[in-house]
């Protein structure tokens, strides 16, 4: 995919998000204050830290595509993992938010039965959301974007803050006013949950962790399938952001001329890369095979 492309695709996913959550997060606060629901307050302050997390996304992918430079040789792909942990971490504190919210006012008991408003909000914001959610998705995986990917899920967890409130809204005007901040209290735990989950895989990212199994087996079945090639001596893999580097060793006929082992260990390059497209880069090395 042209770089171009991929910046293309993502921001207009962004900006169109970042529209929808504007609008939703007005919708909820208000509802929220005029309906006397805690709960959708919190869940409106959760689609404002989803404004910034876009806006993290949109600088994360145009930074990531920059060309390697003197001071950046491998590239700037490891931007993209580096601010989604910052997505992470905005995650985490909007989990915090609603989670004191919601503790404060069980404490203080200042219960109040929310108004029907507020029903009309959560479920607008359930469906949008959602919609949300597996848009940004489709687009996060079709430009393999880790940042997009980790905004996706931003989208679901409010998703699920809206059917906590919803579920708490429904509660307190059957007369279980309770319910409201307990439901805030619920939600934020999962919202947490998500949060450590998308830091430590941007942290593997960054960290050259090694491709997975499958991708291992592809690789070693195009090194194999080349001809020429008796043996794989060593294979590693690391992840780079959203791309894979591939080092090989190989073993070839001990009697090949310099030329003709060097042909080989192109070819095995040239495969690699022009066949897995998460392959940025391969390095070959050539040895004696001498069993």
Known sequence: MEVSERIIIGNKISKITIIANIALSILKILAGVFGKSS????????????????????????LSEKPADESHPYGHERIEPALTKILAVI????????????????????????????????LISIFTKEWMYKYTKKGAEQIESSALLADAWHHRS????????????VGAKLGYPILDPIASIVISLFIAKMAFEIYFKALNQLL??????????????????????????????????????VDVEISVDKDLSLIE??????NVHSQIESKLKRVKHCMVHVNPYLK
């Open 158 to 169: 409010d998703a699920f803050s809206s059917v906590g409130t919803l579920i708490g809204v």
């Open 39 to 62: 709960a959708l307050i919190a869940d409106g302050m959760h689609s404002f830290s989803d404004i910034l997390s876009t806006v993290v996304v949109m600088l994360g992918l145009k």
């Open 261 to 266: 082992a060097h042909n080989i260990s192109e």
């Open 91 to 122: 995650l985490l504190v909007t989990a915090l938010m609603i989670f004191y919210c919601g503790l404060t006012t069980i404490i203080g008991g200042n219960y109040q039965i929310p108004g029907n408003i507020t029903i009309i909000a959560a």
């Open 208 to 245: 050259d962790r090694a491709a997975d199994s499958k991708t291992i087996e592809e690789i070693k079945k195009i090194i194999l399938s080349v001809d020429g090639v008796l043996e794989i001596d060593v294979l590693k893999t690391r992840i780079h952001s959203n791309k894979i580097y």
